[in-house]
């Protein structure tokens, strides 16, 4: 394992996904994320000079719609997907920015 | 004290005039009832897919035509990930590595001259949804009406160096992009809004100093505040021998200052990528030029043309092109065949009247050019007079009448009858000797009272140079 994930980063991870971690699973986490950048590094055995970064895998390009609304009223279905809702509104924990 | 210099970039984000959303087929418009205006897509939810609207990459690529940039002919989005309940997806579909244009400029005209203020790119991205807070429940509702309306926000580089020069530039921007369609551009509604990143430095100093960023403005005045208070704050800070620091800072415009929003220490790290559910764009030189073909005439092209094809003062072209609804509505009223000076002023003064009573934007514009041509053509002929016809423009700017109708229906046409009139003045010299007899002893003013008499005596539907002739005669 070349990899190693510090205790740190494993934090940081955590605050930035929202996720409370528990030590077992902070030392899962670790040993995942380092067999993932193992994983990813098999790339580096490659050469790849001149060869442009892919952002998809399928040779597609140019999708794209006419500014024609389709979508009706549709609320009464969309806030059933709220966790809590009030007068049409998705409810959510108080934030301020 | 030492000099210092102001250095100023600024973050322009502009909704797009679109019908639809960048990535679904909701409808843009404004002010409907909380979250009708949603879909899958634009909440957020899993499974659901973007597909880019056109008109969209349109808008962006004219814009950046318009204001010189190079349009990057090989694009795509890229998510930048935050947590925020405005924002469904908890990413929002931007670009980072390739923006649609680059390395533009646009000319502004300062004290000191032209001046090229750069662009550094413009990307296209989405808005977010709207926040309501509630007072006494601990709860926000969140309305995804907005969620997925396009943006494309404009980076300048920072070449501006005090508000006069941040006004001219956003002056700009709002014209330009008003003349292509592609927005409204009204600060107030949040249709433009204007980001000032803003730091200051030793005159002379090559390095910037550190920058601050500065949100939540929502009008021309307000930004001018606000660079003037954030430039005294940080100047102040240098001189008393404190560091200024990195931070975004929320503009209070009623309380004429500003506080920090976000401080470095919980920096945001977006942990940008591309967009696996887009895929990248490909613009051919046919698109690009379709584009070019189709720009219109700006604002500089257009006061050019005006003074020179109706003789206009540049006072007016001024006015009447600082909005391209009022100078449609002048090119259109020109071509019903009325007097193109008349037109002007009726523009630049009951109009503009009306529109500052009323705090309404040129762009709220509704009457008829047709309508604005027939009630110039009935004053021409002196079938109205002035005070009438200034009444008839009021009832014209709300309401949708024929002027010709009106006037017939409400019996506002002047009284041309000559005997009618000889016996009305008649009556008020017989009336008013005291003024009669001013007026023979040199005091030339006191016609316009027997004229005032005389309007009145016929309800305001006499031809008042008819009646000082009349009156001049008979005294």
Same mark, same amino acid.
């Given at each position: ?97 | ?20 959303? #960048? ?30 609207? $056109?008109?969209?990459?349109?808008? !962006? ?47 502004? %005209? ?24 509630? /007072? ?37 921007? $709002? ?45 021309? $005045? !307000? ?6 208070? /954030? ?63 189709? /720009? ?57 009247? #009306? ?7 040129? &762009? ?5 050019? !047709? ?7 009935? &004053?021409?002929?002196?079938? #109205? ?8 423009? %009021?009832?014209?700017?709300? /309401?949708? #009448? ?56 016929? $309800? ?16």
């Amino acid at each position: 394992m070349a990899n190693i994930i510090s205790d740190e980063t494993i934090e940081y991870v955590g605050i930035l996904a929202k996720l409370e971690l528990n030590e077992a699973q902070k030392e899962r986490a670790k040993k995942d994320m380092a067999d993932m950048l193992d994983y990813i590094d098999k790339l580096g055995e490659l050469d790849t000079d001149g060869i442009e970064p892919m952002s998809h895998v399928f040779d597609v390009k140019n999708v794209w719609r006419e500014d024609v609304v389709t979508n009706t009223d549709d609320r009464e279905n969309i806030i059933k997907n709220a966790p809590g809702e009030k007068n049409g509104m998705f409810e959510v924990p108080k934030t301020f920015d | 004290m030492s000099a210092y210099e102001t250095v100023i970039g600024l973050e322009v984000h502009v909704e797009l005039a679109t019908k639809t959303k #960048i990535f679904c087929g909701c409808s843009t418009q404004f002010g409907g009832e909380p979250n009708t205006h949603t879909c899958p897509v634009c909440t957020g939810m899993p499974g659901s897919l973007p597909v880019l609207n $056109k008109q969209v990459l349109k808008y !962006a690529v004219a814009v950046g035509l318009a204001t010189n940039c190079d349009i990057t002919r090989y694009c795509k989005f890229d998510r930048k990930n935050y947590f925020y309940p405005d924002n469904p997806q908890n990413y929002q579909i931007s670009q980072l590595y390739l923006p649609i244009c680059r390395n533009g400029h646009v000319d502004i %005209e300062t004290e000191d001259g032209t001046k090229s203020i750069g662009i550094h790119e413009i990307h296209m991205e989405e808005d977010a949804g709207k926040l309501i807070h509630d /007072e006494y429940d601990d709860c926000s509702y969140v309305d995804f009406n907005r969620s997925g309306v396009p943006l494309i926000e404009i980076v300048s580089e920072p070449d501006l160096r005090s508000a006069d020069e941040v006004i001219a530039y956003l002056e700009k921007l $709002k014209m330009t992009i008003q003349y292509l369609g592609a927005s409204d551009c009204k600060l107030q509604e949040g249709s433009m809004r204007a980001d000032v990143n803003l730091s200051v430095r030793p005159v002379g100093q090559k390095e910037f100093g550190t920058r601050t960023e500065m949100k939540n403005l929502n009008s021309f $005045k !307000a930004i001018r505040r606000a660079i003037e208070g /954030e430039r005294e704050r940080q100047i102040d800070m240098i001189e008393s021998g404190q560091k200024v620091v990195q931070e975004t800072r929320r503009w209070d415009d009623n309380a004429g200052d500003s506080y920090a929003m976000r401080s470095k220490e919980d920096a945001q790290d977006y942990r940008y990528f591309p967009d696996p559910d887009l895929v990248p764009i490909s613009l051919s030189d046919e698109f690009i030029a379709d584009i070019k073909a189709a /720009e219109p005439e700006f604002r500089e092209a257009k006061k050019t043309r005006y003074t020179s094809e109706f003789s206009l003062p540049e006072y007016d072209t001024d006015i009447i092109t600082g909005s391209k609804r009022m100078a449609d509505v002048f090119e259109e009223t020109v071509k019903f065949g009325a007097d193109p000076k008349k037109v002007s002023n009726y523009l630049m003064g009951e109009t503009m009247r #009306i529109l500052k009573e009323k705090e309404l934007d040129p &762009q709220d514009i509704t009457f008829s050019s !047709a309508s604005l041509a027939k009630l110039i053509k009935l &004053q021409e002929s002196k079938a #109205i007079n002035g005070t009438v016809a200034k009444e008839v423009f %009021e009832v014209m700017f709300f /309401e949708d #009448i024929d002027p010709e109708e009106y006037v017939k229906e409400k019996g506002l046409m002047t009284v041309n009858d000559e005997g009618a009139l000889r016996a009305v003045v008649e009556e008020v010299i017989k009336n008013n000797t005291q003024s009669v007899s001013d007026y023979k002893n040199g005091k030339e003013k006191a016609i316009g009272f027997l004229v005032g008499q005389t309007m009145k005596a016929m $309800k305001g539907k006499a031809d008042p140079a008819s009646v000082n002739a009349m009156l001049k005669e008979l005294l």
